[in-house]
């Protein structure tokens, strides 16, 4: 079953829309949950929840890609319980992923101004798009899917020291693009 379809068994209210969904994204939904949580049994419950989520939100929301946009709420779902489980001590995957892009991406303290934080995502994805394909999708698996350094250099045919210095490279490429664009870093 096309993607499409899926949408319109849930606009339909057909419950037959989650067992597909299941079925197609399900082991997606998981691997972003374990990427962020490493934790099989967080994952399946995210997998759980993700499927809520999608119950809830669709309709009225129609999404175009509807494969990343269940990863999308995905991550979400595991960085919420990654949140909740490490509010008492800091550290973990995503810590680890956020503090590799600080130098690339500005910082804020206190209340974010949603118009910069818009321009921002603009210029990110503006950025993406100007990248070689493979360069894009390394940088996307890595700090949105939260795969490994040695996972993306198995993936890409290259060890893991020369996958961490391209990261490195593409960090401070964005960096340089982001203060081009007029965003203080």
Same mark, same amino acid.
């Given at each position: ?22 079925? &197609?994204?399900? *082991? ?8 962020? %949580?490493?934790?099989? +049994? !967080? =994952? ?40 909740? &489980?490490?509010? *008492? ?8 992923? %956020?503090?590799?892009? +600080? !130098? =690339? ?81």
């Amino acid at each position: 079953m096309d993607d499409r379809e899926i949408t319109d068994l849930f606009f339909a209210r057909d419950e037959a829309a989650l067992s597909e969904t299941a079925s &197609k994204y399900g *082991a997606l939904s998981r691997r972003v949950a374990m990427n962020v %949580l490493g934790d099989r +049994e !967080d =994952a399946e419950e995210v997998e759980s929840d993700t499927l809520h989520a999608l119950w809830q939100k669709i309709p009225p929301e129609r999404p175009v890609h509807f494969a990343g946009y269940t990863a999308r709420i995905a991550r979400n779902i595991a960085v919420g319980r990654f949140r909740q &489980k490490t509010s *008492a001590s800091r550290g973990g995957a995503e810590e680890l992923l %956020l503090s590799e892009l +600080e !130098d =690339a991406i500005p910082s804020r303290d206190g209340v974010e101004d949603l118009a910069e934080a818009a321009f921002t995502s603009e210029s990110i994805e503006k950025w993406l798009d100007g990248l070689r394909t493979e360069d894009a999708a390394i940088f996307v698996r890595r700090y949105w899917y939260g795969d490994s350094v040695k996972e993306l250099a198995a993936r890409f045919g290259m060890n893991a020291s020369q996958m961490a210095g391209r990261l490195f490279r593409l960090r401070k490429n964005l960096g340089k693009y982001l203060e081009r664009n007029g965003i203080l870093l």
